[in-house]
């Protein structure tokens, strides 16, 4: 063999040894989501120190009343010195599939049947106390860690808890770390013994909370993922295998929607994996799990101009790895060229999912959406000319401030204008609200127009809070909450549908014309 | 076959020819074995990658009469606080046989996660683009305190012809 020599140009020092030996991460239970965001930590970690032993909990996969003696065991079976809990789901009045807490809202609220209000507000009162119950649980699970592993330091992060941090960390024993955002840096910080003044922590000392700040976020243009190692860490991780799995490709979103906090959390500035990093980790999960259906788990696909190029990149590459999979993520069709469009198509786009918003211009503009309507559509028929074939999710937050009868029925045409172009068995309206979220533009917005108290407590559930942080006022509200009130009862697996035909013949009887929105007029 | 590789056997696998199969499944040194097939001495020439791409190694594997056989892409998936950040900076940029440089640097290898996969165009921004599926290969390298490496190998059509195809 050949005699090897040594650089001596390049810098020669070793990196500095972990400070904690044993990391414990604990998914605090939720749906059956992957935690996606624990799979990257882990890595991230174990990249940087290899010598820390890391395990995973995944409280999901135990029943209920198991989960913690699950937790116990644990902490007493791999003895860690770190304990990092994932919190992502606070559960404030964030409806979702399966959970009938907005029906039984608007059955109590408007239902002209007084059974039928009965029924829902004994419902309702059944369903905050759940909220309140699975809220203090994951408090439990945390200070029973703090009890378990005394000599431990606690971290807690997650999607909910980097919202509610403030709210969240009153609740827990001083010394437990919180981390906002992202935490790469943050926890390496710490295994190294370094300060993390410089970073979105928080921590409480008696009464007072103390809110660090970051500059720049992590960079993620090479982060490789290494599926096995995860997989010798993460008992339990059989129950994902086959199902949809999330992927980052980048983090941050330049945009400012008012209502959005994605921008809170991972910043205004985009950070990129290389494209070679993000094929290779689906073919993992593919070729090891089954994996055929991934979610791209950013905030925006395309989010600006600016990450066109990149975009490209990574969809030639998908497309180049012959994997045979299918992807999806929320995209703004406004960005997708004709070219775009068949990467799209070529690379195996499912579904697609537009947070289309409203159908006025004027609206999306003080939302500060920062697209034009007449972009999005194009986007849509670059998109059908390339052999699009799969379903169009149209995500609507009707009844925005500045809502009128005619701004509603704009959004009703803009639906029937893309179910013209893609066919209306392939087009799914999606029916929200615009809930108020604490550090958005939307909720400072109406803190100055008085609907909301400055010190409002965003994790209330008192019902008449709960009322204000579901924006649906005046009489709008009330004819969209009846729309919704039909369809549960008609046709609840198609609901949005029914609500946008339910408030055109409303409207309709209103002497309202549903005229051309722009979208309708761009097509 | 199936219990060799960890994932799934390509479609396509069995109808390459034997010698190009042989390479594909490999768990000792390919350029060892390049250069039995075609007689001549490989060489490794590196791809020039910019400075601020940390922790990436692209090379060809070439050699004199048949040019370019391979196009390999290296990762670093862990560092290890007993490696010299200086070493793993040296091994990236140096122009040997990775598997042969990092032994005689770090020690005794472990290789594992072997797969197999095609694919086909532009699949590195850096590898040459070819019409048609270009088989590759892909496994991890670790040395005894944690420092792993994950290789992947793209066996270009030059490769398959020299093999029997």
């Excluded at chain 1, 910080?189 to 970073?199: I, P, Q, V």
């Excluded at chain 1, 960079?219 to 059989?238: Q, T, W």
């Excluded at chain 1, 295998?241 to 910043?267: A, D, M």
């Excluded at chain 2, 440089?101 to 040459?128: C, H, N, T, W």
Aim: charged residues 25%; glycine residues 10%; contains cysteine.
């Amino acid at each position: 063999m050949e005699s090897l020599e040594l650089s001596m140009a390049a810098p020669m020092e070793s990196r500095p040894l972990s400070g904690y030996r044993r990391i414990l991460f604990v998914w605090l239970p939720v749906r059956k989501i992957y935690p996606v965001g624990i799979g990257y930590l882990a890595n991230w970690i174990h990249r940087e120190h290899p010598e820390v032993a890391i395990e995973v909990l995944d409280l999901t996969r135990f029943e209920e009343p198991d989960q913690m003696s699950a937790l116990s065991r644990k902490i007493a079976e791999f003895s860690p010195d770190l304990l990092a809990y994932s919190w992502r789901d606070v559960q404030i009045f964030a409806p979702h599939e399966g959970d009938n807490s907005l029906r039984r809202a608007f059955e109590f609220y408007y239902s002209p049947n007084l059974l039928t209000r009965a029924y829902a507000a004994w419902d309702g009162v059944r369903m905050v106390w759940k909220y309140r119950s699975e809220f203090h649980k994951k408090l439990r699970f945390i200070r029973e860690g703090v009890r378990r592993a005394p000599g431990a330091q606690v971290m807690v992060g997650g999607g909910a808890f980097s919202v509610f941090a403030e709210q969240i960390i009153r609740l827990l024993p001083e010394g437990v770390i919180g981390v906002v955002g992202e935490g790469e840096e943050a926890m390496i910080k710490l295994l190294e013994g370094r300060s993390l003044g410089d970073e979105r922590v928080i921590t409480r000392k008696g009464k007072q909370i103390i809110l660090g700040k970051k500059e720049g976020a992590v960079e993620i243009r090479r982060a490789p993922f290494d599926l096995a190692y995860l997989e010798s860490v993460y008992p339990g991780h059989e129950m994902y295998h086959g199902k949809p799995v999330g992927i980052q490709t980048k983090r941050g979103c330049p945009y400012g929607c008012s209502f959005c906090l994605y921008t809170y959390i991972e910043g205004k500035r985009v950070y990129y994996r290389d494209p070679e990093d993000v094929v290779d980790e689906i073919r993992q999960y593919q070729e090891r799990w089954g994996v055929r259906n991934f979610w791209f788990a950013d905030a925006q696909f395309i989010p600006g101009v600016k990450a066109v190029p990149e975009a490209v990149s990574l969809l030639k590459a998908l497309r180049d790895s012959n994997l045979g999979i299918t992807w999806s993520g929320y995209i703004r069709t406004s960005l997708i060229s004709m070219e775009m469009a068949k990467l799209m198509v070529e690379s195996g786009m499912g579904d697609l999912e537009v947070a289309i918003t409203s159908g006025s211009q004027e609206i999306l503009d003080s939302l500060k959406m920062g697209f034009k309507l007449e972009g999005l559509m194009e986007g849509c028929r670059n998109l059908k000319e390339a052999g699009y074939k799969g379903k169009i999710i149209l995500n609507y937050s009707l009844n925005a401030p500045g809502e009128t009868p005619e701004s509603l029925a704009e959004a009703v045409a803009s639906y029937e204008a893309i179910c013209d172009l893609f066919g209306p068995e392939n087009v799914y309206p999606m029916v929200f609200f615009l809930a108020v979220q604490p550090h958005t533009s939307f909720e400072k917005r109406l803190m100055r127009e008085g609907w909301l108290e400055e010190n409002y407590d965003p994790i209330s559930l008192n019902p008449w809070t709960i009322r204000k942080l579901l924006y649906n006022p005046g009489p709008l509200g009330e004819l969209i909450a009846k729309a919704c009130l039909v369809a549960w009862d008609i046709e609840p697996m198609a609901m949005g549908r029914v609500v946008m035909r339910e408030i055109k013949k409303s409207l309709g009887l209103a002497g309202v014309h549903v005229k051309g929105s722009a979208v309708a007029q761009a097509s | 076959m199936e219990t060799l590789l960890e994932g799934q056997i390509p479609e396509g696998f069995p109808r390459l020819p034997g010698p190009f199969r042989m390479l594909l499944g490999l768990d000792g040194t390919l350029t060892r074995s390049l250069t039995f097939l075609t007689g001549e001495a490989v060489k490794v020439e590196t791809v020039r990658l910019p400075e601020s791409l940390d922790g990436v190694r692209k090379v060809f594997l070439r050699v004199p009469i048949h040019g370019r056989l391979v196009f390999a892409r290296t990762r670093v998936m862990a560092r290890s606080s007993r490696t010299l950040e200086g070493d793993i900076a040296s091994l990236l940029k140096g122009d040997l046989a990775i598997g042969q440089s990092m032994e005689a640097r770090f020690g005794p290898l472990v290789k594992d996660q072997f797969a197999i996969f095609s694919v086909s165009g532009a699949y590195d921004p850096d590898g040459p683009e070819e019409i048609g599926p270009i088989w590759a290969r892909s496994y991890r390298m670790s040395t005894r305190d944690g420092f792993s490496l994950k290789i992947e190998e793209f066996f270009l059509p030059t490769l398959l012809r020299l093999s029997g195809g």
